[in-house]
C-alpha cells in the first residue's frame, strides 16, 4: 500500500525556519518525481515546489523561491522541504504528493502537516 | 487569483448531474493534460481523473472528464450526498514553469 506520512510541522514565528518530512513506503520512491501542494486556511490548493527522480529537475512556485528548497535522500525513502524566512502567509497544511515520471498529476497525497507562523 | 479558474460553487439534487469547468490558456491546458482532485472535508485531495479523461483504479464511472482547447470539464452523475466536498483542476504551465491549480469548486447535493 502506499503511504506517504509529512513531519515537521508546528508553530514557528516570522522570520523563523521550519523543515518539512515526508516518509514513503509501499513504492519504489526513487522512480517518482515528488511534490509539496500546500492549502492555507479556508482556501485553496497551492503548489509548492517539484523534484525529479534524481533531483535534477527542481521547480518552485513564485512565492517560496530563494525561501524554500526541497531535497530527496531516495536511500531513505524521503522528501524534504527547507523552510527558511517564513512569512505569515505560509500558515498551511502542506501535502507530499507523489507523481508519476512523464506526468502531470499527482497520484498519492499524505495527510499533510500543519505550518502556522506567527509571532 | 489562480491561473486556472473554477466556478467558486455548483450544486444539484441527489441523482442528478453537473457539472464543473476549468478554464486555463495555451501555456496551461492548452497544451498539457488535466487531473482532478477530491477533496472531502478534513481530508487531503484524491485523484479523481488524469490526463484529462482516465480515472484511477476505485474511482467510479459516475465521474468523466474531457478537454478542448483551453478548457476541461469535469462531470458527475448520479450525485449522493457523499460527492459533497471541493473539486479542483491541475496540470503544469509551461510558461511559469510551475504547477497550477484551480481555485476550488465547492459541491452541494441538495
Known amino acids: 500500500e502506499v503511504q506517504l506520512v509529512e513531519s515537521g510541522g508546528g508553530l514557528v514565528k516570522p522570520g523563523g525556519s521550519l523543515r518539512l518530512s515526508c516518509a514513503a513506503s509501499g513504492f519504489t520512491f526513487s522512480s517518482y518525481n515528488m511534490n509539496w501542494v500546500r492549502q492555507a486556511p479556508g482556501k485553496g490548493l497551492e503548489w509548492v515546489s517539484s523534484?525529479?527522480?534524481?533531483?535534477?529537475?527542481?521547480y518552485y512556485a513564485d512565492s517560496v523561491k530563494g525561501r524554500f528548497t526541497v531535497s530527496r535522500e531516495n536511500a531513505k525513502n524521503s522528501l524534504y522541504l527547507q523552510m527558511n524566512s517564513l512569512r505569515a502567509e505560509d500558515t498551511a497544511v502542506y501535502y507530499c504528493?507523489?507523481?508519476?515520471?512523464?506526468?502531470?498529476?499527482?497520484?498519492?497525497w499524505g495527510p499533510g502537516t500543519q505550518v502556522t507562523v506567527s509571532s | 487569483q489562480s491561473v486556472l479558474t473554477q466556478p467558486p460553487s455548483v450544486s444539484a439534487a441527489p441523482g442528478q448531474k453537473v457539472t464543473i469547468s476549468c478554464s486555463g490558456s495555451s501555456s496551461n491546458i492548452g497544451n498539457k493534460h488535466v487531473s482532478w482532485y477530491q477533496q472531502l472535508p478534513g481530508t487531503a485531495p484524491k485523484l479523481l481523473i488524469y490526463?484529462?479523461?482516465k480515472r484511477p483504479s476505485g474511482i467510479p464511472d459516475r465521474f468523466s472528464g474531457s478537454k478542448s482547447g483551453t478548457s476541461a470539464t469535469l462531470g458527475i452523475t448520479g450525485l449522493q450526498t457523499g460527492d459533497e466536498a471541493d473539486y479542483y483542476c491541475?496540470?503544469?504551465?509551461?510558461?511559469?514553469?510551475?504547477?497550477?491549480f484551480g481555485g476550488g469548486t465547492k459541491l452541494t447535493v441538495l
Open positions: 523534484i525529479s527522480i534524481r533531483s535534477g529537475y527542481i
Open positions: 504528493a507523489r507523481e508519476p515520471p512523464g506526468s502531470d498529476y499527482f497520484d498519492y
Open positions: 491541475g496540470t503544469w504551465d509551461t510558461s511559469l514553469s510551475e504547477g497550477v
Open positions: 490526463e484529462n479523461n
